[in-house]
Structures are given as C-alpha cells and as structure tokens.
C-alpha cells in the first residue's frame, strides 16, 4: 500500500558530495516525520537526520554541519545531502518515514535502503 523508493547512492570519494531521495507513494493521508538512518557492516542502525513536519530537524553529531535534511511536502519526499563525506560515512543508508494511511492509520514505514561508498 505505501512504498518508500530511495535514490541517490554511489561511490563517492573524501571530500565529495551526494544527494539521497527517498520518496514515497500509497494511500497516504498525511505524513509526520520522516528521516534518514544508516548502517555500517558489523554496526547497528543509527539516526542520521530527521525532520517533523513542521519543518524542525535534527542531526547525529557525526554529521552535523556537513548533511542537510529537506523535505518536500507536495511531493512525499525527503532529502538528504551529504557534503565533506569522510570515509566513515560508508553505509546502507535508509529512509524512515511515520505517516497515515486509510486503511493502516500510523506506523513507521522504511526504504529498501541505498549504498553509500566513500573511497578514493
């Protein structure tokens, strides 16, 4: 019923930049938060970025300053860019989002989840 589709991943090298996409379609009535996690090999999930719908956001220390969080309320979708990547921001990344539908009222919904490589 409702899908969330990311886009955006890669091989990036240090120093450079990325913008992930996550959007999402269905029987949706409205949407609350939405946010971005990752996930290193061997590490557990860990919030990156989220932001309400009013627009308030808020960021893992490791990447504040260098990620912004948007999102475009017309289009279901949430963004992420990524600048100054480091090495150690090589993950799975996944969107989240917290939002209504008919038939299911509110529950978290999550992406498939889009790779990103930071190597030189």
């Known amino acids: 019923q409702v899908q969330l589709v990311e886009s955006g991943g890669g091989l990036v090298q240090p120093g450079g930049s990325l913008r992930l996409s996550c959007a999402a379609s269905?029987?949706?009535?409205?949407?609350?938060?939405m946010g971005w996690y990752r996930q290193a090999p061997g590490k557990q999930r860990e919030l990156v970025a989220r932001?309400?719908?009013?627009?308030?956001?808020n960021y893992a220390v490791s990447v504040k300053g260098r990620f912004t969080i948007s999102r475009d309320n017309a289009k279901n979708t949430v963004y992420l860019q990524m600048n100054s990547l480091k090495p150690e921001d090589t993950a799975v990344y996944y969107c989240?989002?917290?939002?209504?539908?008919?038939?299911?009222?509110?529950?978290?919904?999550w992406g498939q989840g889009t790779q990103v490589t930071v190597s030189s």
């Open positions: 989240n989002f917290y939002l209504r539908t008919i038939l299911s009222g509110s529950m978290n919904y």
């Open positions: 932001i309400t719908s009013g627009g308030s956001t």
């Open positions: 269905g029987s949706i009535l409205s949407i609350n938060d």
